[in-house]
């Protein structure tokens, strides 16, 4: 409301757009080089917890390493006086000395973790000053750690037990302190050496303890995560009742080894960018390498990249920074919780990005007809699952159109209705003082507030909210002549087509939307209903998912059938990937992929394979 | 990776076209070929689309060495500037005439259907409000949508025709030649502007492919308009005896009303308007958007969204002109199906020799210097 003279005028003046190119998926982008391929790219992901999350940190490194080779000599005479011009910005700004490197002094090192840390105000930042021995001389080191998020055994038996105590022990070798700390004194299976103060930032924040030793010019980082998190359970929000029953957690690393259990094919390459200019929070971008679309994979690493936000905290976030067009009503990314789900569309061609912290993986691109299908689709037989995706497409219509077309016929085309079917209405709305439109409001509302308070209440009062919707919905409304009773059908077959919905987020949309057919409803009746339909459908046909239009495979019309995408074919009939995605290989199986039906060619029929 | 250049398939520019051509189909053409040549209607339909067919030949055999270009590049290249306006300004003229009547017509068909009691502009407001949002989206958008109801309308279509079969009577088609061979070759060659639409094909070079796929949509379209063209005047003095056919002002609407299915769907004929009113949609969408784009071409301005609300009230104040639905008919029957024709066959044809002209002129210049 403070901008609206800015918000009129946006819609009332014309405002020169700015030219922008939109990302377009096409065939063959895989044939270019890719210019926004990472150094790194194609490397699966490390084998332990986010370890090598810090993608930026060490690019930085290796550019700075890449800079000093080429100019060589040059560069050498310029280092004193960048130093000298450094040291001028610490004193200038100090924020920027976190990005300074690390100093062989530990009481300025120890000064930065406490001021940087706010200790002694911050309760579970632990630091731990302790004594090194090392050819005969005692040195001081302390590690900084943040309780909570440490596994403190790893700590005390891998890291302080070595140090303290094994450093008293005869030394072999010539290894300098540096050296010798990382190859003999930490027994543990991830140590790197850091030597910038931001690194070892990282590192803490996200489950490391960091070594300060004095006299050494670099910090000694170990991962040692051991936060607590609930265990791989069934899926909440995707029940099915055959396929597998595990679920996403909210720790990346078992989520991505959750999809490479399934997938089980060392294409699969789970990719780190780090999100979040504060909390840097580490995602993962999952592909097949031989059959995601590269220049596909590349827009959704630099979408990722581009992404400037402080905090970025579950996938739900993100796919509102990523999405194509956040005005349109419906969701352009799915996001699941389900493993199997997550591999089955990977196996597609699509693109998943696994956020730290969110038991939900996002993939992409979408379009209409893959907010249809649920994760059972491919574990039942065909006709079952052709039959409950004709249900979910009637299930859609009833959420979104009926209490619209109720009031459209009610009010303006009575004439449809057959007589016997118009008396019982009549009758029941005789004593009902509302007109039909501030019924189907007052009943649309009560449930939204019941689905809403049914979310929000505790669990223990829950089932009283269950007793006073029925009665307030149900009986009392219609025994108080507030509502007829055919409305209460209406409403309840709304929210049920609703509830069928196999997406969450399109459920959502189909709520919102239902308001607006209600009234385009009530003004024109069947060409109120057909104008809102025809603006939907414009919208729907303007989106683009990742560059893939929306209402592919149908506008525009792309190899794929409405009874492959729409209905349900027998898998051995789903030989071709979905063609919008122009993926690098364009066929799941071979025309025969059932071989024994080949077994004494021509005596038996294949069924039309 | 990028690029925004749009490009539509054959199918659905083909689906564009035909929902252009046959809407007429719902606002009266059956009546309007009966009155043209009485029972013999529908041998007009065949006629009027053999005629079209081949000036379409014509037009494309010209066509060939401008792949990619549209009209107004075309008369820009023949006669300059000043060319172009004049082209632009006769096909602007030609958009706005027919949208502003066929938003008033499919109004008044809406107002006597279902919504009796509304004003006439309060129902006209909600197809306004359907285009400005299309001509906000881009031709991509409405396209694809095209590609989309279209076959569903045609479904409806086909639905009622059959479904009105029981009612058919061969005998109402005769005398078969209707009003006589004079009628039929005579009136019937005007009736070649109900191919009008066909001109936008001419508007959309740009986005289709090559020259091609211009003539695969171009004869793909006008046959099977012609199919339904026919069917639809064939199916409509079958099912209501002659004089009875000149009297109903919505053939279609009739024949839906006529239509049964058993005791419990009875009246069922208010379905049909929600695909009468999305062909409707459609029509005046597409018309709408090149509107904008022609007057966008013809000035050479760089954006077209900034104009969409004046066309828009432009739009609205002509459909409110005619006093009443009958005004409205007899506009578009009696002067624009009539006429049209020269403006979207004639015109394109003379300017297609004349860009030939010129072409071979500056290559002749261009050998001598």
């Known amino acids: ?609 | 990776m990028t690029g925004n250049k749009v490009v539509f398939g054959s199918r659905e520019s083909s689906l564009f076209i035909l929902n252009f051509i046959c809407t007429q189909i719902v606002l009266g053409y059956p009546r309007d070929m009966v009155e043209t040549a009485g029972t013999a209607g529908w041998i007009v339909s065949i006629y009027s689309t053999v005629l079209a067919l081949i000036g379409f030949t014509v037009i494309v055999r010209l066509y060939r060495k401008f792949e990619g270009l549209d009209l107004l590049d075309i008369a820009d290249q023949a006669l300059g500037s000043a060319g172009r306006i004049a082209v632009g300004m006769i096909f602007l003229v030609y958009l706005v005439y027919i949208s502003a009547l066929v938003l008033r017509e499919f109004g008044e068909d809406m107002k006597v259907i279902a919504l009796t009691d509304s004003p006439i502009s309060f129902i006209i407001m909600f197809f306004l409000v359907g285009i400005i949002v299309a001509a906000y989206m881009g031709i991509e958008a409405i396209v694809r949508l095209t590609a989309l109801i279209v076959p569903v309308i045609f479904i409806g279509f086909l639905i009622i025709t059959i479904g009105i079969m029981p009612y058919f009577q061969f005998g109402n088609i005769l005398p078969l030649l209707g009003d006589g061979a004079g009628a039929i070759l005579g009136k019937g060659s005007l009736k070649l502007s109900n191919f009008s639409a066909v001109s936008i094909i001419f508007f959309i070079t740009p986005f289709l492919r090559t020259h091609r796929c211009m003539k695969t949509v171009g004869y793909f379209t006008i046959s099977l308009a012609g199919v339904f063209f026919t069917w639809s005047v064939y199916s409509y003095l079958l099912a209501f005896p002659y004089p009875t056919t000149i009297e109903f002002f919505i053939p279609i609407y009739q024949m839906a009303r006529i239509f049964e299915y058993g005791r419990f769907f009875q009246r069922i004929e208010s379905v049909f308007l929600l695909i009468w009113a999305a062909s409707a949609l459609l029509y005046l969408s597409g018309g709408f958007y090149f509107i904008l784009y022609v007057f966008r071409k013809t000035f050479g301005l760089e954006h077209q969204k900034p104009v969409i609300w004046s066309f828009a009230v432009l739009l609205f104040t002509l459909s409110m002109l005619p006093p009443n639905l009958t005004s409205a008919l007899i506009l578009e029957t009696r002067y624009f199906r009539n006429y049209i024709w020269i403006i979207t066959f004639a015109i394109p044809i003379v300017l297609l020799l004349i860009a030939h002209g010129v072409r071979k002129n500056s290559k002749k210049g261009g050998k001598s210097e």
Request: proline residues 6%.
């Open chain 1, 1 to 609: 409301l403070n901008n609206w003279k800015k918000t009129l005028g946006g819609w009332l003046f014309f405002k020169e757009p700015k030219k922008v190119e939109t990302f377009i998926l096409r065939e063959d982008e895989f044939d270019k080089p890719d210019k926004e391929k990472d150094p790194g790219e194609g490397k699966p992901a490390g084998s332990r917890e986010e370890t090598e999350m810090k993608e930026p940190g060490k690019k930085r490194k290796n550019e700075t390493f890449l800079l000093k080779k080429t100019q060589g000599q040059a560069s050498r005479e310029e280092k004193s006086e960048r130093g000298q011009e450094k040291d001028k910005e610490k004193k200038e700004n100090p924020q920027k000395e976190e990005k300074s490197e690390i100093t062989p002094e530990l009481v300025r090192n120890l000064d930065f973790m406490k001021k940087k840390y706010f200790i002694p105000s911050n309760g579970d930042v632990m630091i731990r000053e302790f004594k090194i021995t090392f050819k005969d001389k005692v040195i001081d080191a302390f590690m900084i750690f943040i309780d909570g998020m440490t596994d403190r055994k790893v700590i005390n038996d891998n890291i302080l037990a070595p140090l303290m105590v094994f450093s008293n022990m005869d030394i072999k070798g010539n290894d300098e302190l540096k050296q010798f700390i990382s190859n003999r004194l930490t027994p543990h299976n991830q140590i790197k050496i850091v030597e910038k103060y931001s690194d070892v930032i990282d590192e803490i924040n996200f489950g490391g303890c960091t070594i300060f030793v004095e006299g050494v010019d670099a910090a000694f980082t170990a991962d040692v995560k051991g936060w607590e998190h609930r265990g791989v359970n069934r899926p909440n929000t995707e029940q099915t009742l055959r396929g597998p029953q595990e679920a996403f957690i909210e720790s990346l690393r078992t989520n991505t080894a959750l999809v490479r259990k399934i997938v089980r094919d060392e294409d699969l390459v789970v990719e780190n960018v780090a999100v979040g200019m504060r909390s840097k929070t580490p995602c993962n971008i999952l592909y097949i390498k031989d059959i995601a679309n590269d220049s596909l994979v590349a827009e959704i690493r630099t979408r990722l990249k581009s992404i400037k936000v402080d905090y970025l905290r579950d996938s739900g976030e993100l796919e509102q920074m990523i999405e194509d067009n956040p005005y349109n009503p419906t969701p352009q990314l799915i996001a699941t919780e389900r493993p199997d789900r997550v591999a089955s569309m990977l196996t597609d061609g699509k693109v998943g990005v696994a956020v730290s912290g969110s038991p939900f993986v996002l993939m992409m691109p979408i379009t209409s007809t893959d907010l249809l299908h649920s994760a059972e689709d491919n574990f039942i037989r065909f006709p079952y699952a052709m039959m409950l995706r004709i249900v979910r497409i009637i299930s859609i219509f009833f959420s979104l159109l009926l209490p619209g077309v109720y009031l459209a016929i009610t009010n303006f085309h009575q004439e449809m209705i057959p007589t016997d079917l118009l008396f019982a209405i009549g009758a029941a709305r005789e004593r009902v003082p509302f007109p039909t439109l501030v019924e189907i409001l007052i009943m649309e509302f009560a449930f939204e507030l019941i689905r809403e308070a049914g979310i929000r209440i505790p669990g223990p009062i829950g089932p009283t909210l269950g007793i006073i919707g029925a009665l307030i919905l149900g009986q009392a409304a219609v025994a108080a002549n507030i509502v007829s009773p055919i409305l209460i059908i209406i409403v309840a077959v709304t929210g049920i087509g609703n509830f069928a919905s196999p997406n969450f987020s399109q459920g959502f949309a189909f709520r919102i939307m239902r308001f607006g057919f209600i009234f385009m409803g009530s003004l024109s009746g069947f060409l109120g209903i057909t104008t809102g339909l025809f603006i939907l459908g414009l919208v729907l046909c303007h989106s683009k998912s990742f560059g893939v239009p929306f209402v592919s495979p149908f506008a525009p019309k792309t190899r794929g059938s409405f009874a492959a995408d729409v209905l349900k074919l027998p898998l051995w009939k789903m030989e071709s990937r979905p063609d919008y995605l122009n993926p690098k290989d364009r066929y799941r199986q071979p025309k025969i992929s059932r071989g024994w039906t080949q077994r004494g060619e021509g005596e038996d029929d294949d069924d039309g394979e």
